[in-house]
């Protein structure tokens, strides 16, 4: 009998249409609603982090400006990255959420990683490193390294 085939369905930034892109809540939705894979993308900040932004300045997705590389890691986890989205809700109980700050605040990428592989099933990850970067190659040595730190050095 040969192999069914389907579709991976990838939570791009996370469930980035719900719930704020590359938060930690935004990936626990997306591994909640079944989905096959995750991406995001990451750069690094100043003091070397690698994080889960898209964007080189922090403005469209927190209440930060200037770039993901002139700031620290603690720089940016003291911004808001819940606010990015500027519709009002459907009704007022909705400005009311249950929602802990620190979920909604950037997404270290070895963060992301811890919670991949806490996964009790089949995930895949796919990272998009961001160019141009004043750090060269050095993102791409990063992630190898934190790939390997939490064992998925390896296909």
């Known amino acids: 009998m040969a ?8 939570a791009h930034r996370g469930a980035s249409s719900e719930i704020a892109e590359h938060t930690a809540l935004a990936y626990e939705k997306a591994i909640e609603q079944g989905a096959d894979a995750v991406e995001c ?9 690698l994080v889960c932004v898209h964007d ?3 403005s469209r997705t927190s209440d930060g400006r200037g770039r993901v590389s002139e700031v620290t890691l603690d720089e940016m986890r ?9 519709e ?32 009790p099933r089949p995930l895949r990850l796919f990272v998009e490193t ?3 970067t004043r750090f060269g190659g050095l993102v791409e040595e990063q ?10 050095h390896e296909p």
């Open 3 to 10: 192999e069914q085939r389907r579709p991976w369905v990838v």
């Open 41 to 49: 993308d990451v750069r690094l900040t100043r003091d070397g982090h």
């Open 56 to 58: 080189s300045t922090l």
């Open 78 to 86: 003291d911004l808001d990255f819940s606010g990015w989205r500027n």
């Open 88 to 119: 009002l809700p459907e009704s007022a109980d909705d400005l009311v959420a249950d929602i802990e700050v620190e979920a909604l605040s950037v997404l270290a990428f070895d963060d992301l990683l811890d919670l991949v592989v806490t996964v």
């Open 130 to 132: 961001k160019h141009p």
């Open 143 to 152: 992630v190898v390294a934190s790939l390997a730190h939490h064992g998925m």
